[in-house]
Protein backbone atom coordinates (compact mmCIF):
# COMPACT_ATOMS: atom_id res chain seq x y z
CA UNK A 1 0.00 0.00 0.00
CA UNK A 2 1.38 3.68 -1.23
CA UNK A 3 2.17 5.62 2.47
CA UNK A 4 3.87 8.72 3.57
CA UNK A 5 5.44 9.09 6.92
CA UNK A 6 6.67 12.20 8.40
CA UNK A 7 8.76 12.97 10.93
CA UNK A 8 8.56 14.90 13.46
CA UNK A 9 5.10 15.58 14.00
CA UNK A 10 6.05 18.60 15.61
CA UNK A 11 9.29 20.68 15.84
CA UNK A 12 10.45 23.64 17.82
CA UNK A 13 13.86 25.41 17.05
CA UNK A 14 15.73 28.60 17.96
CA UNK A 15 16.46 31.17 15.67
CA UNK A 16 19.88 30.07 13.69
CA UNK A 17 19.07 26.67 14.85
CA UNK A 18 19.55 23.97 12.02
CA UNK A 19 18.14 20.70 11.56
CA UNK A 20 16.05 18.29 9.30
CA UNK A 21 12.28 16.98 8.64
CA UNK A 22 11.88 13.78 7.03
CA UNK A 23 9.77 12.03 4.48
CA UNK A 24 9.63 8.48 4.63
CA UNK A 25 7.63 6.96 1.59
CA UNK A 26 7.02 3.45 0.12
CA UNK A 27 5.49 3.51 -3.65
CA UNK A 28 6.16 1.69 -6.76
CA UNK A 29 8.26 3.21 -8.63
CA UNK A 30 8.91 6.57 -7.80
CA UNK A 31 7.59 9.66 -10.07
CA UNK A 32 8.58 12.32 -8.16
CA UNK A 33 8.30 13.79 -4.06
CA UNK A 34 6.93 17.31 -3.92
CA UNK A 35 7.68 19.54 -1.01
CA UNK A 36 5.32 22.14 0.04
CA UNK A 37 4.62 24.85 3.06
CA UNK A 38 1.88 26.04 4.20
CA UNK A 39 0.78 28.56 6.14
CA UNK A 40 -2.44 29.03 9.08
CA UNK A 41 -5.74 29.94 7.07
CA UNK A 42 -3.57 29.39 3.47
CA UNK A 43 -3.43 26.49 0.98
CA UNK A 44 -0.48 24.39 0.62
CA UNK A 45 2.41 26.34 -1.20
CA UNK A 46 4.65 24.51 -3.68
CA UNK A 47 8.32 24.55 -3.02
CA UNK A 48 10.08 21.48 -4.48
CA UNK A 49 9.95 18.47 -6.97
CA UNK A 50 12.66 16.10 -6.45
CA UNK A 51 12.63 13.19 -9.24
CA UNK A 52 15.40 10.51 -8.48
CA UNK A 53 17.57 9.70 -5.99
CA UNK A 54 20.76 11.81 -5.29
CA UNK A 55 18.63 15.00 -6.80
CA UNK A 56 19.11 18.17 -4.08
CA UNK A 57 17.15 21.45 -4.40
CA UNK A 58 18.00 24.65 -2.65
CA UNK A 59 15.62 27.49 -1.78
CA UNK A 60 16.62 30.09 0.24
CA UNK A 61 17.14 28.47 4.30
CA UNK A 62 15.85 25.27 2.57
CA UNK A 63 17.31 22.26 1.19
CA UNK A 64 15.58 18.97 -0.37
CA UNK A 65 17.09 16.05 -0.48
CA UNK A 66 15.73 12.34 -1.81
CA UNK A 67 16.86 8.86 -1.68
CA UNK A 68 15.28 5.95 -2.35
CA UNK A 69 13.23 5.41 0.48
CA UNK A 70 12.90 9.39 1.89
CA UNK A 71 13.23 12.41 1.26
CA UNK A 72 14.77 15.24 4.11
CA UNK A 73 13.89 18.80 4.16
CA UNK A 74 16.78 20.86 6.01
CA UNK A 75 16.49 23.97 7.37
CA UNK A 76 19.50 26.03 7.68
CA UNK A 77 19.64 28.90 10.25
CA UNK A 78 16.52 29.44 10.32
CA UNK A 79 14.53 32.26 10.90
CA UNK A 80 10.90 32.94 12.94
CA UNK A 81 9.39 33.46 9.31
CA UNK A 82 10.07 29.77 8.56
CA UNK A 83 7.49 29.20 10.76
CA UNK A 84 4.96 26.62 8.82
CA UNK A 85 3.48 23.11 8.08
CA UNK A 86 5.63 21.20 5.83
CA UNK A 87 4.08 18.80 3.52
CA UNK A 88 5.33 16.04 1.27
CA UNK A 89 3.60 14.29 -1.30
CA UNK A 90 4.16 11.25 -3.86
CA UNK A 91 2.21 10.68 -6.78
CA UNK A 92 0.30 7.34 -6.23
CA UNK A 93 1.81 4.60 -8.10
CA UNK A 94 0.07 4.10 -11.61
CA UNK A 95 -2.36 7.01 -10.03
CA UNK A 96 -2.62 9.90 -13.46
CA UNK A 97 -1.20 13.41 -11.23
CA UNK A 98 -3.49 11.71 -7.71
CA UNK A 99 -0.99 12.56 -5.14
CA UNK A 100 -0.91 11.14 -1.36
CA UNK A 101 0.17 13.22 1.84
CA UNK A 102 1.66 12.85 4.29
CA UNK A 103 0.17 14.46 7.55
CA UNK A 104 3.16 17.17 7.63
CA UNK A 105 4.99 18.49 10.27
CA UNK A 106 4.61 21.48 12.18
CA UNK A 107 7.93 24.05 12.44
CA UNK A 108 8.38 26.90 14.97
CA UNK A 109 11.08 28.71 15.47
CA UNK A 110 11.25 31.53 18.13
CA UNK A 111 13.22 34.80 18.05
CA UNK B 1 -1.99 36.67 -11.24
CA UNK B 2 -1.89 33.09 -11.48
CA UNK B 3 -4.08 31.98 -8.91
CA UNK B 4 -7.07 29.06 -7.81
CA UNK B 5 -10.06 30.76 -6.41
CA UNK B 6 -12.13 29.53 -4.22
CA UNK B 7 -15.86 30.57 -2.49
CA UNK B 8 -16.37 31.22 0.00
CA UNK B 9 -13.71 30.97 2.59
CA UNK B 10 -15.99 30.22 5.16
CA UNK B 11 -19.59 28.63 5.74
CA UNK B 12 -21.31 27.67 8.60
CA UNK B 13 -24.64 25.75 7.41
CA UNK B 14 -26.98 23.32 8.93
CA UNK B 15 -27.50 19.60 8.04
CA UNK B 16 -29.26 18.69 4.50
CA UNK B 17 -28.98 22.16 3.24
CA UNK B 18 -27.40 21.76 -0.09
CA UNK B 19 -24.66 23.91 -1.13
CA UNK B 20 -21.99 24.67 -3.44
CA UNK B 21 -18.48 25.53 -3.25
CA UNK B 22 -17.09 27.37 -6.19
CA UNK B 23 -13.38 26.40 -7.69
CA UNK B 24 -11.51 28.67 -10.75
CA UNK B 25 -8.55 28.61 -11.96
CA UNK B 26 -6.71 31.38 -14.27
CA UNK B 27 -3.79 29.34 -15.52
CA UNK B 28 -5.85 27.49 -18.27
CA UNK B 29 -4.57 24.11 -16.37
CA UNK B 30 -6.11 20.77 -17.75
CA UNK B 31 -6.31 19.02 -14.03
CA UNK B 32 -8.32 20.15 -11.10
CA UNK B 33 -9.12 18.27 -7.65
CA UNK B 34 -10.90 18.99 -4.26
CA UNK B 35 -9.07 17.93 -1.05
CA UNK B 36 -10.36 17.37 2.60
CA UNK B 37 -7.71 18.08 5.35
CA UNK B 38 -8.66 16.79 8.73
CA UNK B 39 -6.78 16.60 11.99
CA UNK B 40 -4.31 14.26 12.04
CA UNK B 41 -5.50 12.42 8.38
CA UNK B 42 -3.69 15.04 6.18
CA UNK B 43 -5.11 16.47 2.81
CA UNK B 44 -6.98 13.66 1.45
CA UNK B 45 -8.47 13.74 -2.32
CA UNK B 46 -12.03 13.58 -2.98
CA UNK B 47 -12.41 14.07 -6.43
CA UNK B 48 -10.51 14.90 -9.60
CA UNK B 49 -10.72 16.04 -13.12
CA UNK B 50 -8.67 15.56 -15.90
CA UNK B 51 -9.94 17.41 -18.04
CA UNK B 52 -13.31 19.00 -19.20
CA UNK B 53 -16.46 16.66 -18.88
CA UNK B 54 -13.59 13.68 -17.26
CA UNK B 55 -13.61 13.42 -13.46
CA UNK B 56 -13.14 10.41 -11.03
CA UNK B 57 -13.39 9.36 -7.77
CA UNK B 58 -10.21 10.28 -5.05
CA UNK B 59 -10.31 8.68 -1.71
CA UNK B 60 -13.11 10.28 -0.37
CA UNK B 61 -16.12 10.89 -1.96
CA UNK B 62 -19.20 9.40 -0.39
CA UNK B 63 -21.26 12.13 0.00
CA UNK B 64 -19.87 14.51 -2.65
CA UNK B 65 -20.30 15.92 -6.21
CA UNK B 66 -18.08 18.04 -8.58
CA UNK B 67 -18.35 18.72 -12.08
CA UNK B 68 -16.35 20.31 -15.23
CA UNK B 69 -18.42 21.96 -17.53
CA UNK B 70 -15.44 24.76 -18.46
CA UNK B 71 -11.75 24.44 -17.79
CA UNK B 72 -11.33 26.94 -15.63
CA UNK B 73 -14.08 25.88 -13.27
CA UNK B 74 -14.68 22.61 -10.73
CA UNK B 75 -17.06 23.06 -8.44
CA UNK B 76 -17.74 20.98 -5.22
CA UNK B 77 -21.56 19.89 -4.22
CA UNK B 78 -23.28 18.54 -0.93
CA UNK B 79 -26.13 17.59 -1.54
CA UNK B 80 -27.34 16.76 1.88
CA UNK B 81 -24.47 17.76 4.13
CA UNK B 82 -23.72 16.05 7.33
CA UNK B 83 -21.78 17.08 10.69
CA UNK B 84 -18.80 14.50 9.27
CA UNK B 85 -18.35 16.78 5.87
CA UNK B 86 -17.28 19.49 8.56
CA UNK B 87 -13.04 19.80 7.32
CA UNK B 88 -10.81 22.31 5.78
CA UNK B 89 -11.36 21.93 2.08
CA UNK B 90 -8.71 22.69 -1.05
CA UNK B 91 -9.16 23.09 -4.45
CA UNK B 92 -5.93 22.33 -6.67
CA UNK B 93 -4.91 22.21 -10.65
CA UNK B 94 -1.92 21.86 -12.07
CA UNK B 95 -0.94 22.53 -16.01
CA UNK B 96 -1.30 18.83 -17.31
CA UNK B 97 -3.11 15.47 -16.46
CA UNK B 98 -1.02 12.49 -16.45
CA UNK B 99 2.46 14.51 -15.90
CA UNK B 100 3.21 12.99 -12.81
CA UNK B 101 5.67 15.46 -12.01
CA UNK B 102 3.29 18.48 -12.24
CA UNK B 103 3.70 20.42 -9.13
CA UNK B 104 -0.56 21.38 -8.23
CA UNK B 105 -1.32 24.75 -6.91
CA UNK B 106 -3.90 24.98 -4.69
CA UNK B 107 -6.73 27.69 -3.33
CA UNK B 108 -7.08 29.38 -0.08
CA UNK B 109 -9.31 26.57 1.48
CA UNK B 110 -12.88 26.83 2.47
CA UNK B 111 -13.60 26.30 5.87
CA UNK B 112 -17.10 24.54 6.04
CA UNK B 113 -18.89 23.95 9.21
CA UNK B 114 -22.33 21.32 8.99
CA UNK B 115 -23.90 21.97 12.33
Known amino acids: EDQVTQSPEALRLQEGESSSLNCSYTVSGLRGLFWYRQDPGKGPEFLFTLYSAGEEKEKERLKATLTKKESFLHITAPKPEDSATYLCAVPVSGGYNKLIFGAGTRLAVHP | EAQVTQNPRYLITVTGKKLTVTCSQNMNHEYMSWYRQDPGLGLRQIYY???????DKGDVPEGYKVSRKEKRNFPLILESPSPNQTSLYFC??????????????FGDGTRLSIL
Open chain 2, 92 to 105: ASSLFAGGSNQPQH
Open chain 2, 49 to 55: SMNVEVT
